[in-house]
C-alpha cells in the first residue's frame, strides 16, 4: 500500500519514512479498524446502531472540517473536492439510517 497515490494527488508530499508511517497509520489503520467496525454492523444487528452512528460522527467531523479548511484555506484540488462530496452523502446516508436503526432498536 502506498500512500502517496492518493495523499501525493492532493499535494501532500511524504518525503521520509516516519512521514510514510504516520499516514500508512493514520490513513490505513482508522479507515482499516473503522472498516472492520461497519461490515461487523452489517453483519451483526446488535453492532448496528454503534457502527451507523460512528460512521456518521466521523463522516460528520470530516464534512465541516473540509468546510472549514474551505473557508479558512481557499479552494483545495479536484480529488479533495470528490472526497468532500462523498464524505458529505456518506454523512447524510449514516446519519438517516442510524436515526433509523436506532428507532427500530428500542
Given at each position: 500500500?502506498?500512500?502517496?497515490?492518493?495523499?501525493?494527488?492532493?499535494?501532500?508530499a511524504?518525503?521520509?519514512?516516519?512521514?510514510?508511517?504516520e499516514?500508512?497509520?493514520g490513513?490505513?489503520g482508522?479507515?482499516?479498524?473503522?472498516?472492520?467496525l461497519?461490515?461487523?454492523?452489517?453483519?451483526?444487528?446488535?453492532?448496528?446502531?454503534l457502527?451507523?452512528?460512528?460512521?456518521?460522527?466521523?463522516?460528520?467531523?470530516?464534512?465541516a472540517?473540509?468546510?472549514?479548511?474551505?473557508?479558512?484555506d481557499?479552494?483545495?484540488?479536484?480529488?479533495?473536492?470528490?472526497?468532500?462530496?462523498?464524505?458529505?452523502?456518506g454523512?447524510?446516508?449514516?446519519?438517516?439510517?442510524?436515526?433509523?436503526?436506532a428507532?427500530?432498536?428500542?
Open positions: 500500500v502506498d500512500p502517496t497515490l492518493l495523499l501525493g494527488g492532493m499535494g501532500i511524504l518525503p521520509t519514512p516516519s512521514a510514510l508511517a499516514a500508512r497509520a490513513y490505513g482508522a479507515f482499516a479498524g473503522l472498516g472492520v461497519f461490515w461487523l454492523g452489517a453483519q451483526r444487528p446488535t453492532y448496528r446502531v457502527a451507523l452512528g460512528i460512521a456518521a460522527l466521523v463522516l460528520g467531523v470530516f464534512t472540517a473540509r468546510l472549514l479548511s474551505l473557508a479558512l481557499g479552494t483545495p484540488s479536484t480529488l479533495a473536492f470528490v472526497n468532500h462530496a462523498l464524505e458529505a452523502v454523512f447524510l446516508l449514516a446519519f438517516l439510517l442510524w436515526r433509523a436503526a428507532a427500530d432498536h428500542r
